[in-house]
């Protein structure tokens, strides 16, 4: 495997427990007229983060990398910012759906590697996120109406 491909794929176990945090953070946090529909969407989102955690960090193991596994060294990986906290509730729906949207583009390069260094596995893996994510993507944006 490639240093790079290594790299991208924990970059991604970094995105993913940072993200897992922040959408905890929403969940709890959400006020306002949709709360109900928000509070559940952010507690499936979060559950597939914690999913996606652990199958990354596993193909990461099983490809000879080491997954980040600190709060401290994901934050230092991650291109995902936390919570700022007192977002309004169209607020954390459009940063969940700009985090999205960078992932998907963290994810097509990853497979770029993936499929150079003829990968499928991983590949498999990274094309199983990046797909959920464009559905979320679809939906998020038709609940803000853009």
Same mark, same amino acid.
């Given at each position: $495997?490639? #240093?790079? !491909?290594?790299?991208?794929?924990?970059?991604?176990?970094?995105?993913?427990?940072?993200?897992?945090?922040?959408?905890?953070?929403?969940?709890?946090?959400?006020?306002?007229?949709?709360?109900?529909?928000?509070?559940?969407?952010?507690?499936?989102?979060?559950?597939?983060?914690?999913?996606?955690?652990?199958?990354?960090?596993?193909?990461?193991?099983?490809?000879?990398?080491?997954?980040?596994?600190?709060?401290?060294? =994901?934050?230092?990986?991650?291109?995902?910012?936390?919570?700022?906290?007192?977002?309004?509730?169209?607020?954390?729906? #459009?940063?969940? =759906?700009?985090?999205?949207?960078?992932?998907?583009?963290?994810?097509?390069? &990853?497979?770029?590697?993936?499929?150079? &260094?003829?990968?499928?596995?991983?590949?498999?893996? !990274?094309?199983?996120?990046?797909?959920?994510? #464009?559905?979320?993507?679809? $939906?998020?944006?038709?609940?803000?109406?853009?």
């Amino acid at each position: $495997m490639t #240093q790079e !491909l290594i790299q991208a794929v924990n970059k991604q176990v970094a995105n993913w427990t940072v993200l897992y945090v922040k959408l905890h953070h929403y969940h709890w946090f959400v006020k306002g007229q949709h709360f109900f529909t928000l509070h559940e969407k952010f507690e499936e989102f979060y559950n597939e983060a914690n999913a996606h955690i652990d199958v990354l960090a596993e193909r990461l193991l099983s490809i000879g990398g080491t997954p980040v596994s600190t709060m401290k060294a =994901c934050l230092e990986l991650t291109s995902v910012q936390e919570a700022n906290g007192g977002e309004n509730e169209a607020e954390m729906v #459009q940063d969940t =759906c700009n985090d999205f949207e960078k992932l998907i583009q963290e994810l097509q390069a &990853a497979m770029k590697l993936a499929d150079e &260094a003829g990968d499928e596995g991983t590949g498999d893996v !990274l094309l199983s996120i990046h797909g959920s994510l #464009q559905k979320h993507v679809w $939906m998020l944006k038709s609940y803000l109406g853009s």
